[in-house]
């Protein structure tokens, strides 16, 4: 499981279905989380997933440094499925997804995750998955993270 974090002070998901267009989340200070499930994640990457996420100190405090977590903070959640963080480019020109998860299994995690981090106590808005989205964010800092379940950096 791949999750790409950036630190916002607002961020906003809209939905473009049936040639209409409606905002599904909006958020103010917090996260903007793109997830990508992989084919061999589990419950278990969900869970870590959510643990990490949640408790990720990169928040200012008085003095500045980044000591401080979303749930410091009070902060909210923006999260979005993504299956394109599993395209593999290196061959070819068009990437191959064959990494990504099945759609079912994809957004059983999606939605386990998001459970996972309001269990945190967090407040998660999302996305839809499935559906054409467009998304507005200002990243703080900037700061922008990746998170993978499966390797170490």
Known sequence: ????????????????ENQQRYTNGIINTGFMILLGICH???EADAKYIAEKIANLRIFED?????NLSIKDINGSIL???QFTLYADARNGRRPS???AAKPE?????????????RIHGLNVETGKFQTHMQIELCNDGPVT????????F
């Open 105 to 117: 299994q994809a957004n059983t995690l999606y939605e386990s995750v998001a459970t996972h981090l």
């Open 62 to 66: 008085a003095e500045g440094k980044l």
């Open 79 to 81: 999260l979005v499925s």
């Open 1 to 16: 499981m791949r999750a790409v974090i950036q630190k916002v002070t607002k961020a906003k998901v809209d939905i473009i």
């Open 97 to 99: 997804f064959s990494q």
């Open 145 to 152: 993270l990746l998170l993978d379940s499966q390797k170490t």
């Open 40 to 42: 061999e994640d589990t």
